[in-house]
């Protein structure tokens, strides 16, 4: 079978990290290689490639076949571009140098694409921060209000607490104060009765008044000359 170029898993389970490799089509996947071209990191984002251009285009001219997912790799990076370009060039389509300018405005604008799309990822990561960021502000500007209000409402009961007791100690002081400004009064003691002794009637002697008739003759009345 031909020489293969393709990927090579590496890292840890559930963190995939390949190397991309020059090896024999009989190799295990993971097995020995012939030569190491780049790396491909997918757990980034955009995902992260490394090739070496030039390798690449001398296997892959010299009759290695890329695997599926090593084409696109290589095409991603512009080695299957400068591929296509160098047959141009033996065909005689075009000369070298017109074939590496084109090569080298095609890394530029894919540069600049990149470089836009990174932008455009680093502000929608950098929104959705912002946006996290505002919905736990609120959540947390709730829960400062929730708690704001069970302490206004916890003052607001100790403080009513506190007039009752103070509105009960002034009512107790006043009546206090009205037992104590009240006159007292003396009661006299009982005086007792003296018991009551029956005296004895007395006799008393009446004599009898002479009536009219008993009475003593008077002198009679001299008659007037």
Known sequence: MPVRIRLQRQGKKGQPFYHIVVADGRAPRDGKFIEKLGTYNPMTNPATITVDVDKAVKWMRNGAQPSDTAKTLLSHKGAMLKHHLLKGVDKGALTLEQAETKFQTWIAEKETKNNAAALENKNEARNVAKKRLEAETKVNEAKAKAVEAKKVAAEKAASK?????????????????????????????????????????????????????????????????
Not at 169 to 196: F, N, Q, Y
């Open 161 to 225: 607490s506190v007039a009752e007791e103070i509105s009960t100690e002034e009512v107790a002081v006043e009546e206090t104060t009205t037992a104590e400004d009240a006159p007292t009064v003396e009661e006299t003691p009982a005086v007792e009765e003296a018991p009551v002794t029956e005296e004895p009637a007395t006799e008393v002697a009446t004599e009898e008044t002479p009536t009219a008739e008993e009475a003593p003759a008077t002198e009679e009345e001299k008659p007037v000359e």
